[in-house]
């Protein structure tokens, strides 16, 4: 109900459940301020064109628009660019949500040699890693996102449906 989520939501037009989902996990501070849920905006509405810092991301950032938008994408981007396993993914997804300097510096190692082994450049790489970095200073995990959302909508469609009994209730 606040005034900034009432403004996204009436900027982006949300067609489906799948919007909600994504625009609770931007609306967080860090997206804001960053510029990515005008981003997102942009792309839904097909203001300007979405595009991927490498081809593999296309399949794994096309549901949302090219912006990082959920934990689950900075699994599989290591997965799929640096060749990380799934548990070596959750690892990074977890250092990177508690910012843990350590395990970040090594991480980042990694990455950026397994994006070499697989035809990344480095320079490219590190770009790649910079920006899932910044992604995680307010990541979501999609499950959690989904539940919020969908909690929102029902809660919604009362209030504006069934006016009385929500109040009531």
């Known amino acids: 109900e606040s005034s900034g989520m ?16 994504a625009l609770n996990a931007l609306y967080r501070p860090g997206p804001l301020r960053s510029g990515m849920v005008d981003t997102w905006i942009a792309g839904k509405l097909g203001r300007t064109e979405v595009k991927y810092e490498l081809p ?53 190692g990694k990455f ?8 990344t450049n480095e320079k490219k790489a590190t770009h790649l890693f910079d920006l899932m970095e910044h992604f995680a200073g307010y990541g979501f995990n999609k499950s959690h996102s989904t539940a919020y959302a969908f909690l929102a909508y029902q809660t919604a ?13």
């Open 6 to 21: 009432r403004d996204i939501l009436r900027k982006s037009k949300p067609q489906r459940l799948d919007d909600l989902i």
């Open 56 to 108: 593999q991301l296309e399949p794994i950032l096309a549901d949302t628009y090219g912006v990082i938008t959920y934990q689950e994408q900075v699994m599989h981007i290591s997965n799929v660019v640096a060749g990380f396993t799934l548990g070596e993914a959750d690892v990074l997804r977890k250092a990177m949500g508690k910012k843990n300097p350590e395990v970040m510096a090594k991480m980042r």
């Open 112 to 119: 950026v040699e397994g994006a070499k082994k697989l035809g």
């Open 157 to 169: 469609y009362l209030k504006a449906n069934y006016p009385w009994h929500f109040a009531a209730a």
